[in-house]
């Protein structure tokens, strides 16, 4: 399993820690990340054709249309080499997503090894999105919690703002909780007939659940 190039998908409701998860899980696999909300935010941007489109839906906390998103990651799968492996973080989000996944992997032959589940209740979302801050200036961007003392005086101590995400304001995350529930959670069952589903808890400290991950995936990987 190792030398061949390894597909998987993390999701979970937006909090989860799924771009958290991905950083541990790059330390130890050999992955591309892609995360879609990233590429989206990127082309917001840099001010391009389907960034203008999209900017504000993306604070709104909507879903951009299917047909948009699924080109945008159709191009990022296909400007990779068949050596590398992948992390899809934030895609698919519904069902005609997840269908559109199956017809790319088929295209270019990389069947999808594993799909992580990221599990959290719905106040530990809102406590988590609700402070999150970026760190932003004096360096490189850091993700912290506004209740992390050391982490906002290491913040101010830098020269840095903390910025927050205009999807991460309260009737924003309400609307992207809401979308979760109805449009992606039903993804479990799209999968779970496939045996490729590991469920993991994600309440605790990132390093708690990097550690479960690590064992699932372990786990799903020998015994594929
Ligand atoms: P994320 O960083 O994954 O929370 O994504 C941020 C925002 O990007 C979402 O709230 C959506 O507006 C948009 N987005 C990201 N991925 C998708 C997707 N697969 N389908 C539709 N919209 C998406």
Not at 97 to 124: C, K, Y
Not at 155 to 161: A, F, K, M, P, S
Not at 215 to 224: G, S
């Amino acid at each position: 399993m190792n030398d061949r190039p390894i597909h998987l998908l993390l999701f979970g409701p937006p909090g989860a820690g799924k771009s958290t998860q991905t950083d541990y899980l790059l330390q130890h696999w050999n992955l591309v990340p892609i995360s879609t909300g990233a590429l989206l935010r990127a082309q917001v941007a840099r001010a391009t054709e389907i960034g203008k489109q999209v900017s504000g839906i993306l604070s709104r906390g909507e879903l951009v249309a299917d047909e948009i998103i699924i080109r945008v990651l159709r191009a990022r799968l296909d400007a990779l080499s068949p050596a590398q492996g992948f992390l899809l973080d934030g895609f698919p989000r519904n069902t005609p997503q997840a269908q559109a996944l199956d017809q790319i992997l088929h295209e270019l032959h990389r069947p999808l090894h594993a799909a992580i589940f990221l599990e959290l209740g719905m106040a530990e979302a809102i406590n988590r999105l609700g402070g999150r801050r970026i760190c932003h200036g004096g360096g490189a961007d850091e993700i912290i919690h506004i209740s992390d003392e050391a982490a906002v005086a290491r913040c101010i101590e830098r020269g840095g703002l903390l910025v927050q995400r205009p999807d991460d304001l309260p009737n924003v995350i309400i609307r992207r909780l809401a979308v979760y529930h109805a449009q992606t959670e039903p993804l479990l069952n799209f999968y779970r007939p496939r045996g490729i589903v590991c469920v993991v808890d994600a309440a605790g400290s990132p390093h708690e659940v990097a550690r479960r991950v690590s064992a699932a995936l372990e786990q799903m990987t020998r015994a594929t």
